[in-house]
Nanobody, 122 residues
Framework: QVQLVESGGGLVQRGGSLSLSCAAS????????MGWFRQAPGKDRYFVAA????????YYGSSVKGRFTISRDDAKNTVYLQMNGMTPEDTGVYYC???????????????WGQGTQVTVTS
């Protein structure tokens, strides 16, 4: 059974930091591209960051570049998202995603996590 379980969400003030984790099981994690998406209330799910398999070069959505860092540990089947310098615009439900394809806003995603809420107050 495939599972992606996010953790680490919560409430943070403007300028603060949070670290998200996504623990994967039930598929060959090391062969998948992994990513994070964000969905704000009333809006579509939006690409945040991704890291290719074999620890390829990470890439980011324009709104988080320079503030967020994605990483993965294949030995632990886990992908992380370190979020610094947060703003209220970063508020939303953060979803972990796995895909055999290069991850963008348009990529068909093979597996989704259940999401974790992140709220940034001003």
């Amino acid at each position: 059974q495939v599972q992606l379980v996010e953790s680490g969400g919560g409430l943070v003030q403007r300028g603060g930091s949070l670290s998200l984790s996504c623990a994967a099981s039930g598929f060959e994690f090391e062969k998948y591209n992994m990513g994070w998406f964000r969905q704000a209330p009333g809006k579509d799910r939006y690409f945040v960051a991704a890291i290719p398999y074999s620890n390829g070069t990470p890439y980011y959505g324009s709104s988080v570049k320079g503030r967020f860092t994605i990483s993965r540990d294949d030995a632990k089947n886990t992908v992380y998202l370190q979020m610094n310098g947060m703003t209220p615009e970063d508020t939303g439900v953060y979803y972990c995603a796995a895909s055999f394809q290069h991850i963008t806003n348009l990529t068909p995603i093979d597996y989704w996590g259940q999401g974790t809420q992140v709220t940034v107050t001003s």
